[in-house]
């Protein structure tokens, strides 16, 4: 990384976010691409319930479809991106695939929110009577496991390992040279923090809402992410080659081993550091 932080690199090969004004007018569009996004689901949902499925279901595929799309095709993009534009190669990659990604993203892990159980908050939808929307818990069981489940999924996805933003980036598919393997912090017990943090705090959102509805969708939206960690691990291999090949052997996808839940827990709650 030649002493570089991954921050530093990162703006180097997307220096459109060292431009404050022009990175928060893409933030504000993003944000109005979520809430456009939003609004589509709950009126489809609002004619009938069972549409809120179908459109977890495209909106999710879609979330991760540039990610696997990149991920898959990256000798080729590399190749292409990084002759035609040289240093900017990434940059123009995002803007062309990936920029979309995060309100895709935020729309399938929060939608189910909407369809919560009538308490505290205003109802957004009202969903008929029946197996699938009715409460599961008590409110006084739901709100507090739901907090926790969130806080939980929270410290699971903080910066780990060496963990930096060019990490999640996808950067170091068009700059393989630079890129580093990351096996400290909760990296040495599962291989993907990141996916389960945002499996635990869709979960927790399902339990907010508090009906088998939303959780579902939770469930759904968590499936497209594993399935993106196996495109992942595919490209991991062909990155790093034997030395994520063994590494994998050893660490676990999720779920840590039994004999390491103790000292797992023990560091997300209290030694979970970048380094």
Not at 78 to 104: D, M, T
């Amino acid at each position: 990384m030649n002493n570089r932080t991954g921050k530093e690199l990162l703006q180097e090969k997307l220096p459109i976010s060292k431009n404050s004004s022009k990175f928060l007018a893409i933030g504000f569009i993003q944000l109005l691409f979520f809430i456009i996004l939003l609004f589509i689901l709950l009126k489809i949902t609002s004619y009938n319930w069972r549409l809120s499925i179908i459109g977890e279901i495209i909106v999710s595929f879609f979330a991760i479809l540039p990610y696997a799309y990149v991920t898959i095709n990256n000798e080729k993009l590399r190749r292409k991106y990084r002759e035609k534009y040289g240093n900017l190669a990434f940059q123009k990659i995002w803007f062309r695939f990936l920029s979309y990604n995060e309100p895709l993203s935020a729309t399938g892990l929060f939608f189910p929110f909407l369809l919560k159980t009538n308490y505290f908050l205003p109802v957004f939808i009202e969903l008929p009577a029946c197996f699938f929307t009715r409460s599961l818990f008590n409110v006084f069981v739901a709100v507090p496991l739901s907090v926790f489940l969130i806080v939980l999924g929270s410290l699971i996805r903080r910066p780990t390992g060496g963990y930096d933003s060019d990490i999640g980036s996808y950067m170091y598919l068009i700059f393989p040279e630079d890129s580093r393997k990351l096996e400290g912090g909760l990296y040495s017990f599962i291989r993907h923090p990141n996916y389960l943090g945002r499996g635990i705090i869709a979960l927790g959102i399902g339990v907010f809402a508090n009906n088998i509805l939303a959780i579902s969708l939770c469930l759904i939206h968590f499936s497209f992410f594993y399935i993106l960690s196996l495109i992942e691990d595919w490209e991991l291999v062909n990155r790093f080659g034997v030395d994520f090949i063994e590494y994998k052997k050893m660490v676990p996808a999720m779920i840590p081993r039994f004999r390491n839940w103790k000292i797992f827990l023990k560091m997300i709650f209290f030694d979970n550091k970048k380094t």
